[in-house]
């Protein structure tokens, strides 16, 4: 049965096509499928990273208001810790000492890690993989364990000592972890080795990458090594240079179980960083607040100055 004529002057009007009416919802509901399976894949993490790492630092943030000995019964302080902890020369100390050991954790290792591994990159050297393994072996090994051993070379009967006193530098040996004026120094010391094999391993893959036509046309334009060093290595390795910092500022500013094992803060406080003092305020003080609002200060100057180190490597 055919369909009756259109009237005069109107046009017909075509029946909606099913495939395009329904093209687009099957689109939608794919799309809406893919979502819940994303939300889905990320509920578990999200829960553990809630759970495990949200739910502790919430934690310690509340506990940073109150008076607390760890076993009785609370009091609330408000801002009191805080201004303890500001107010407090033990505490202060401690920082600075953290930021001293920024220096021996990240900057030198960097200035020698690159030296290092502009050399062995750009030179033909036998056994480079041995040598990589061979510099990165400490961050394989327990730190417990490098404190162990570093402490016995620099006790007074020590390696370090017996060296000095081999080559006729009695003068110089002394008990070096319990010098006033040397014990963070030798603290110092233990973190730019272990950090030095990591900042020059990553400094490798970065110089392993820049094309060698680079180094041959400024060669050709009569650029020094210095220049070539400046303009092509060190951009090169832009992104290498900041997981490098940002690890080991984070590595130095949390530093505990090498100051715990070495000196234990001693002697006096002369070794004392922020993590280790956390842990005396709390278990062996019983002042379970000012730790916590110590934890959070740290927690904060960690990511302020991990923050500023991203953001100036970011900038053209």
């Not at 030198?108 to 993989?129: D, E, K, S, Y």
């Not at 060190?234 to 997981?243: K, S, T």
Request: proline letters at 5%.
């Amino acid at each position: 049965m055919t369909a009756p004529p259109a009237a005069p002057g109107t046009a017909a009007t075509p029946r909606p096509s099913r495939t395009a009416d329904t093209r687009p919802r099957r689109l939608l509901s794919k799309r809406q499928g893919r979502a819940v399976i994303s939300v889905a894949l990320l509920a578990l993490p999200l829960l553990v990273y809630g759970l495990f790492m949200l739910y502790p630092l919430g934690r310690v943030l509340m506990l940073s208001f109150y008076r607390w000995d760890g076993l009785g019964v609370g009091e609330w302080v408000g801002a009191q810790n805080y201004v303890t902890t500001f107010s407090d020369e033990r505490l202060l100390g401690a920082f600075l000492h953290a930021l001293i050991l920024i220096i021996f954790y990240a900057v030198i290792p960097l200035a020698v890690g690159l030296v290092l591994a502009t050399l062995l990159t750009r030179t033909q050297v036998r056994g480079l993989g041995f040598f990589r393994t061979v510099v990165f072996l400490p961050q394989v090994i327990a730190m417990v364990v490098l404190a162990i051993a570093w402490r016995r070379i620099y006790a007074p009967d020590g390696l370090l000592n017996s060296l000095l006193r081999g080559i006729g530098l009695d003068a110089l040996t002394r008990t070096w972890l319990g010098d006033f004026s040397t014990a963070l120094i030798a603290v110092g010391l233990i973190g730019t080795w272990v950090s030095t094999g990591l900042v020059t391993v990553l400094l490798m893959s970065g110089i392993s990458n820049i094309p060698k036509d680079y180094y041959e046309a400024a060669t050709l334009d009569g650029a020094g090594w210095w220049r070539r060093f400046w303009h092509i290595t060190i951009p090169g390795v832009r992104a290498e240079i900041l997981v490098s910092l940002t690890l080991t500022v984070i590595a130095a500013l949390k530093t505990f179980d090498l100051v715990y094992v070495t000196t234990s803060g001693g002697p006096g406080t002369s070794t004392t960083v922020p993590s280790y003092e956390v842990y005396n305020q709390a278990f062996r003080l019983g002042s379970v607040g000012t730790a916590s609002s110590l934890a959070v200060i740290l927690t904060l100057v960690i990511f302020a100055i991990n923050l500023t180190i991203n953001l100036l490597g970011e900038r053209d």
